[in-house]
């Protein structure tokens, strides 16, 4: 019987094992293939109103909506062929490999989470423009001025720069969809962006 117990134990361990290193095969595989892409587009989202409500409804409310948000926000973006970097508490970096993915996938995000009443207003930000990877991770001035146009969008509004609308061009409708420029901390110009509101918004 205590045999038995034992290798019981030692094949789940070695289950276990072979899945690690199953999903740390795949991770590699899609960092590879990310590195390919020097050029890519990166969106960043996050929730409006997270620390008001932390301080409200307390931290266990707090993480059960950011744990939602997340699972929604990595759902959209393997549906629109773009992945997930990392979380960030109640914000997420994800990477596509095409703009016109990233936007629709901005697009998307506002929309859904906009119509969630189990969630908060989110705002994001798409950028297109060349960064470099280390440990899974990337790194740049398109990662950054993605994060800052997140943080300087409102509430249910997406805002796109100019870099990434120029690469996109006609494969995504802008209509009722404005432009203008703004400064972001750190950058000398302002950045010319495109604002996109939720549809029931516009």
């Not at 590195?35 to 409200?56: C, I, K, N, S, W």
Request: hydrophobic share 45%; net charge positive.
């Amino acid at each position: 019987m205590f045999d038995l117990a034992i290798g019981q134990v030692l094949a789940g361990c070695a289950a276990g094992a072979a899945l690690v290193g199953a999903r740390h095969m795949h991770l590699a595989r899609r960092r590879r293939w990310m590195a390919r892409h020097p050029a890519p587009t990166f969106v960043f989202a996050d929730l409006v109103g997270y620390t008001a409500l932390t301080e409200e409804h307390g931290d266990e409310t707090a993480a059960r909506v950011a744990r939602e948000f997340r699972r929604t926000v990595t759902d959209l973006s393997r549906a629109h062929g773009s992945w997930q970097v990392k979380s960030m508490g109640d914000g997420a970096m994800i990477w596509s490999p095409d703009p016109g993915r990233a936007v629709e996938l901005a697009v998307r995000v506002v929309d859904v989470v906009s119509g969630r009443r189990d969630l908060l207003p989110v705002r994001v930000g798409v950028h297109t423009g060349p960064a470099v990877m280390r440990g899974g991770d990337w790194y740049g001035s398109a990662v950054n001025v993605a994060a800052r146009l997140a943080r300087e969008a409102d509430a249910n509004e997406a805002l796109i720069s100019s870099t990434t609308r120029e690469a996109v061009r006609d494969d995504v409708s802008w209509s009722q969809r404005t432009g203008c420029e703004i400064a972001l901390r750190g950058l000398a110009d302002p950045v010319a962006v495109w604002r996109l509101a939720a549809r029931g918004a516009r």
